[in-house]
């Protein structure tokens, strides 16, 4: 893609600022938190609409424990590149009365407007561009924006996996790092359940008869602790605690739920072991372990490594640098990075405050960002 073809797109991108704006404006206010399928599927119906106005074909991926998923194709090509993203925010339905999507001086705030349906409006532009400016792709674009990431993406990722095998590259439209570097790696994460068996006592009478639970899953958080190594990535947050009965009956049952985070498969397979290995060390208390890892880590492979460098050269092509980083929650390109598939995060808006009052999009750089995804694609699809 030669010089002046980034600057024509640069253009085309910002004459649209304002349709940007509006789109995102839109989105945040048909408010879609993941557990109100009605109000999912209301976004989606106007978020179909849209799409269609664009040129793609949009199909409506039926959803039964949550909202229905879209899956939006621009141009019939062989093969294709996925843009990936979700319409599902954290937000309940009146946040959007409480904290109102408004404009002040260079930004833009509101309920999700950051995580990440600027993103998604940035998708859109970007995808469109190719027909409204004259070139075709050989190979199609497919959008596909899910509706339960915020709740782990149970429902849709066989889904996600199954687009993301078809693809030469998959394109993350979730908020950018700081300043507006991409995502190259992003821990893998998993919650495990602890629930420890007692023996029930009247702690005055005769508390020697009894096994304390709560004391046993003390020890338990104790030996939990000592399996993070922060400096390479692994953390273990217990983040919620329960058990007992009374404060005069030695407990029968505790209970404690444990997030887990991890920047290597590796150290993925080794916590899942050693969690699930643990054992009582307190005579007539037992120990169960549930769970393991929702999310395998997002790993900088050489294959991310490149889809990054290909992306630098179009921002510097665009008058931008473009930086990388690391980021310690998920998302859906976890999913698609961990099958070998290569994977770029965090191209959508720059701004900050996911799921904060004060959550925010720099109305200056969506253009730009658009810019940036339509020319990596352009990119990709003459490699």
Same mark, same amino acid.
């Given at each position: ?30 408010e ?10 209301r ?8 799409l ?35 319409f ?11 904290m ?12 999700? @407007?950051?995580?990440?349906? =600027?993103?998604? *409006?940035?998708? #859109?532009? !970007? &995808?469109?561009? +190719?027909?409204?400016? $004259? ?33 030469a ?9 700081p ?22 006592a009247?702690?005055g ?54 997030? @887990?985070?991890?920047a290597? =498969?590796?150290? *993925?397979?080794? #916590?899942h !072991? &050693?969690?699930? +290995?643990?054992?009582? $060390?307190s ?37 931008r ?63």
């Amino acid at each position: 893609m030669s010089a002046d073809d980034l600057v024509r797109l640069l253009a085309f991108c910002t004459a649209r600022r304002e349709w940007l704006v509006e789109t995102t404006t839109a989105l945040a206010g048909l408010e879609s938190p993941t557990p109100d399928k009605a109000a999912v599927d209301r976004c989606g119906r106007d978020l179909a609409r849209r799409l269609g106005a664009l040129g793609a074909a949009v199909d409506s991926v039926e959803s039964t424990a949550t909202g229905n998923h879209l899956r939006a194709a621009f141009g019939a090509g062989d093969g294709q590149l996925l843009l990936l993203g979700h319409f599902d925010t954290v937000w309940p339905v009146g946040q959007v009365g409480r904290m109102p999507v408004r404009r002040d001086g260079g930004r833009l705030y509101g309920p999700g @407007v950051f995580d990440m349906k =600027a993103g998604i *409006a940035i998708g #859109m532009l !970007a &995808a469109s561009a +190719a027909g409204e400016l $004259g070139y075709q792709l050989r190979r199609r674009v497919v959008m596909l924006l899910t509706a339960d990431e915020e709740r782990g993406s149970g429902a849709s990722r066989a889904l996600v996996e199954a687009e993301a095998r078809r693809s030469a590259a998959v394109l993350v439209l979730e908020p950018s790092l700081p300043g507006g570097s991409v995502k190259t790696q992003r821990k893998g994460a998993g919650e495990f359940e602890l629930t420890i068996g007692g023996i029930a006592a009247h702690a005055g009478l005769e508390p020697e008869k009894g096994a304390s639970a709560i004391s046993e899953l003390a020890a338990q958080i104790a030996a939990l602790d000592r399996l993070a190594d922060p400096a390479r990535g692994v953390t273990v947050n217990v983040g919620l605690v329960d058990g007992g009965s009374r404060p005069n009956v030695v407990a029968e049952r505790a209970r404690a739920v444990v997030d @887990v985070r991890v920047a290597t =498969a590796a150290d *993925a397979e080794r #916590m899942h !072991a &050693a969690i699930h +290995a643990l054992q009582p $060390g307190s005579p007539g208390t037992s120990v169960t372990v549930r769970g393991g890892f929702s999310r395998p880590p997002l790993e900088r492979t050489a294959a991310v490594a490149r889809l990054y460098e290909l992306a630098r050269e179009v921002a510097h092509g665009l008058g931008r640098d473009l930086g990388e980083g690391a980021a310690g929650g998920g998302s859906d390109g976890n999913f698609t990075a961990a099958l070998g598939v290569p994977t770029l995060d965090g191209l959508g808006a720059v701004g900050d405050g996911a799921h904060a009052l004060h959550e925010h999009v720099d109305v200056d750089a969506l253009p730009w960002r658009a810019a940036l995804v339509a020319g990596l694609m352009r990119r990709l699809d003459a490699a």
